[in-house]
């Protein structure tokens, strides 16, 4: 049976066990996998610029809002293993937009993630878009 322990921006999935890890131990954890994918994407903001701005009236429009993605990384490599758009916490209607942002995050280099049980993990990411001034608030 999987139990998946979600957070912020990470969620860890594996079996379960009888092995309790204690709460401060998967919150460390978690915040150290979400720094290392914000660094992988950071490297890859002209990437998710150029996304954005491929729709003309975003920019023009001063067109704002969140795109959620979820994707899973290899336990072995880091190698993304699949992406798609998490409806939940979307709140920019543009289907070009996010095709663009799946394709950058399927390319993108990621570490090797350190999980509990060694098993892949499954990522919810936000991604905030917008003009330049909407991003510095």
Known sequence: MKKSIAFLLVAFTGCSSARTIPQAQLQAQNARETEKIQK?????????RACYESEPGN?????????????????????????AMQGPGT???????????????????FQRPQTWNG?????????HLGPAE???R
């Open 40 to 48: 992988a994407l950071n490297a890859r903001t002209k990437d998710i």
């Open 59 to 83: 920019v023009k429009n001063k067109v704002s809002g969140t795109i959620m993605v979820r994707f899973a990384l290899a336990a072995a490599d880091g190698k993304v293993l699949g992406a």
């Open 91 to 109: 709140t920019l209607d543009e289907p070009n937009v996010a095709s663009c942002l799946l394709d950058v995050i399927i390319t993108t280099h």
């Open 119 to 127: 098993e892949d993990l499954q990522v919810v990411y936000p991604i």
């Open 134 to 136: 909407f991003l510095r």
